[in-house]
């Protein structure tokens, strides 16, 4: 043979550049085709998959990031935003000063506060990376519950 043989597979094992088959090809021995051809494929779609992955965890890390923010940001605020309320009766700058403290202890900056009443509103923020969630927090008395007049008897003309 002078192209060379085939070992069954439809690989041509000695083949030479200036024959045919091999011209052109690097070191010119050998052309592969059937189903060893795809040889070294799976690694480099594992290369890919683990690309994939990466970047999907790194999603979900930020993502993570963001919700943990947002969640410190609710509970400094809502905690100053109670502090606030509790110190009311004794005016605006000293409930404001409490929520100062409250927040500031829960790692937040206070943006906003203001007192009408028995009604505190906050507003904090949390500065976590790139993320700067700002949470308002309003607490006070609860209001009043508008009740019926009496217990309810069985009605007219029942036995």
Do not use: K
């Not at 010119?28 to 690309?51: I, S």
């Not at 949390?126 to 008897?153: I, K, N």
Request: glycine fraction near 16%; proline fraction near 8%.
């Amino acid at each position: 043979m002078t192209a060379g043989a085939e070992d069954g597979g439809g690989t041509r094992i000695g083949t030479r550049a200036g024959n045919p088959g091999g011209a052109g090809l690097p070191g010119g021995d050998r052309v592969r085709r059937g189903p060893r051809a795809d040889r070294g494929a799976a690694t480099v779609w594992a290369a890919f998959a683990a690309c994939a992955l990466c970047v999907v965890f790194g999603a979900v890390l930020a993502l993570g990031q963001a919700v943990a923010a947002r969640h410190r940001a609710g509970g400094a605020a809502d905690l100053a935003a109670l502090a606030a309320a509790d110190r009311a009766l004794w005016g605006e700058a000293e409930a404001c000063a409490v929520a100062f403290r409250v927040a500031s202890a829960q790692g937040a900056e206070l943006v906003g506060c203001a007192v009408r009443g028995e009604l505190a509103e906050v507003t904090a923020r949390v500065v976590r990376g790139p993320y700067r969630p700002e949470v308002r927090s309003r607490a006070g008395p609860p209001e009043t519950p508008v009740r019926p007049a009496g217990p309810q008897g069985p009605p007219a003309g029942s036995p």
